[in-house]
Nanobody, 121 residues
Framework: QVELVESGGGLVQTGGSLRLSCAASGITFSINDMGWYRQAPGKERELVASITVGYSTNYADAVKGRFTISRDNAKNTVYLQMNSLKPEDTAVYYC???????????????WGQGTQVTVSS
């Protein structure tokens, strides 16, 4: 059974920091890209940051210079260090793990349950 367990969300004041973690288990295929998305009330889910298996990273413009994504391939875990948080960062944050299905060459995306991040002004 595939399970993505997220942790680290919470309430923080403007300028504060949080570190999100997402540990994947039960995935039998090779894990490829990992990433974090967020969804604020009334808005669509958007990419925050992603990281390839080779550690190349990509960030949304809104978080560049403030957020850092990293991964531990041995632990199948992806992290998001969030610094200088702003009220507009308030959202539910979801991790996504992409796995490659070796016998088809296709990919499967797995999603975490989401963790709430609230930044007070």
């Amino acid at each position: 059974q595939v399970e993505l367990v997220e942790s680290g969300g919470g309430l923080v004041q403007t300028g504060g920091s949080l570190r999100l973690s997402c540990a994947a288990s039960g995935i039998t295929f090779s894990i490829n890209d990992m990433g974090w998305y967020r969804q604020a009330p009334g808005k669509e889910r958007e990419l925050v940051a992603s990281i390839t298996v080779g550690y190349s990273t990509n960030y949304a413009d809104a978080v560049k210079g403030r957020f850092t994504i990293s991964r531990d391939n041995a632990k199948n875990t992806v992290y998001l260090q969030m610094n200088s948080l702003k009220p507009e960062d308030t959202a539910v944050y979801y991790c996504k793990v992409q796995a490659r299905v070796h016998y088809t060459g296709g990919y499967i995306n797995y999603w975490g349950q989401g963790t709430q991040v609230t930044v007070s002004s």
